[in-house]
């Protein structure tokens, strides 16, 4: 089946840093890419629509300032959290859809736990 | 979007068939029911989807009503490794998945 890996799987960074997330395609070309952001005990948010060689979309309420996705080829999209700050600290989990397996399939990241003190 | 309704906590005893109940009833014609599950702190996996017809897959089966408006996921043996939360999702037109709260499944022993 198809695979999504995400790197780092966790990361510690300072309040005021930024930090940058990768979400990989391993074995399919994903024109569309998305990003959720999960707090504990909470259920995934959908943060943004990734579409390579274009800007990302986002959701209502998401600052595309703070949350920078940049989609530049067809297996990699970046999620790039500017100034980060401790309420930032989530899981953050990438998807990817596959068009030769149907416009509605899509297949998840292992996600990438971030802590910021 | 359609709106999914789970209960949010179920039990079910290990070998025996779990049976996870979602309603949908403001779903579109055109619009599939998809199930994903999340095992903790790791990304969701897909199970099974569905448009009208029931489906099944090594997974899982899914029984859509006639009218589509609930659904019901059946896991025929469940085991330890199928403790996760499970999410009833109905897919709309732009492809996006919008999760709900999902169903807490724990299989005992």
């Known amino acids: 089946g198809a695979v999504v890996s995400q790197h780092p799987s966790w990361v510690i960074c300072k309040s005021g840093t930024s930090v940058k997330i990768e979400c990989r395609s391993l074995?399919?070309?994903?024109?569309?890419m998305f990003w959720y952001r999960q707090f504990p005990k909470q259920s995934l948010m959908l943060m943004a629509t990734s579409n390579e060689g274009s800007k990302a979309t986002y959701e209502q309420g998401v600052e595309k300032d703070k949350f920078l996705i940049n989609h530049a080829s067809l297996t990699l999209s970046t999620l790039t959290v500017t100034s980060a700050h401790p309420e930032d600290s989530s899981f953050y989990i990438c998807?990817?859809?596959?068009?030769?397996?149907?416009?509605?399939?899509?297949?998840f990241g292992p996600g990438t736990r971030l802590t910021v003190t | 979007d359609a709106k999914t309704t789970q209960p949010p906590s179920m039990d079910c005893a290990e070998g025996r068939a779990a049976n996870l109940p979602c309603n949908h009833s403001t779903i579109s014609g055109n619009e599939y029911v998809y199930w994903y599950r999340q095992i903790h702190s790791q990304g969701p996996q897909y199970i099974i989807h569905?448009?009208?017809n029931n489906e099944t897959n090594e997974m899982a089966s899914l029984i859509i009503t006639e009218d589509r408006k609930s659904s019901t996921l059946i896991l025929p043996h469940a085991t330890l490794r199928d403790t996760a939360v499970y999410y009833c999702i109905v897919q709309n037109q732009g492809g996006k998945l919008i999760f709900g709260q999902g169903t807490e499944l724990s299989v005992k022993p």
């Open positions: 998807s990817a859809r596959d068009p030769l397996a149907g416009i509605y399939e899509q297949y």
């Open positions: 074995d399919f070309q994903a024109t569309t």
């Open positions: 569905g448009l009208k």
